[in-house]
């Protein structure tokens, strides 16, 4: 582990080491994807720890605070777990609820004000909630249920953007030989003649997590062939190469969280806005407004925008978590 490694590990855990502590405190829940990746915190602390015993490269006290911290939440942390894998990995039908849920209901379970305020303006709207597995690719996965049920709702039934996207993939010579042969595999598992249902797709766990990993792959294809001066700036701030991002972005199953920069080159590669509801800024503003990829103004929805069969993606910050939000097709 080198030194850049090091110093930016040392970051990463303690940024997750706050989330983790501030979750405890407040009762939130949150994405247990973030619980997988904490895991691997754990274990490369370990590693570090030996590391430092044998070349010191970075500041011991700091990695022995760390553990300190580890430790006291590690108990916690396993009560927690214990409870939440047993269920998601007995029933792999939630990556992408068949149902809705009534938001105005959610509103009553909720104990953060801003969050409760926030289900009461979907409530108000007209909006339900389809929940999505919490299990660290909720963002990705988010984005391909947006984009197959949108597809399944047109009234001129054209071919899904996924697969347009996939097969262009497949013939681009600039792509690498693993992004064009996760593509051809995309383009097979949605093959039209196969007559499947938006949900019968999400809910297939092999064509849901292969979905997952062409859209990681695909935004990191647009962040290498865009490389932003201002995102690689940011990067070597942090003490992160660009490759090793785009590396972490791309290695399932514990890839890194996808943010702002993966949803603006999927917009790219899609040719499609992807708008975006965030739940406390609706708790807070009391009104229906959302922003996309390329455009994170917040722009206030219309009665008229608010049609049947209308998707968004739902963005709940205080669990790192998204969902969808729909107007039910009545």
Known sequence: MS????????????????????????????DQGFFKIFQEDITQLAALQTKEKIEPAVSTPVIKELNDRLQKNTLKLQEIVKGIFKP????????V????LNAGEIALTQSNEILKAGFEVLNQNGLQVRKVAPDGHCQLRSIAAKILIDNQRQKKKSKSK???????????????????????KVVAGLNPKKNQSALE????????D??????????????????????TQM??????????????????????????PEIMELEKALKTPLQFLDLSILGKGKQLSASTGTNETMKVLTKEELTPGKTFILYNPTGLHYDLAEIPVV
Do not use: W
């Not at 797709?201 to 849901?208: A, G």
């Not at 701030?237 to 972005?249: S, V």
């Open 3 to 30: 030194s850049v490694t090091s110093a930016h590990f040392k970051r990463e855990i303690e940024y997750n080491l706050s989330i983790m502590e501030k979750t405890f405190s407040e009762g939130r829940e949150i």
């Open 201 to 208: 797709i999400l809910q297939n766990q092999e064509l849901s």
């Open 97 to 100: 609820a068949s149902s809705l």
């Open 88 to 95: 998601i990995e007995a029933n792999n039908t939630a990556l």
């Open 235 to 260: 990067l070597e701030r942090d003490g992160i190469p660009f490759e090793q991002y785009c590396k972490d972005m791309t290695s399932m199953p514990l890839a890194k969280f996808g943010g702002q």
């Open 210 to 231: 292969l979905l997952v990993q062409f859209l990681r792959l695909i935004a990191v294809e647009g962040l290498r062939k865009n490389k932003s001066e201002t995102f």
């Open 162 to 184: 996924l697969l347009t996207l996939a097969e262009a993939a497949v013939k681009n010579e600039t792509y690498t030989a693993e992004t064009k042969e996760i593509a051809k």
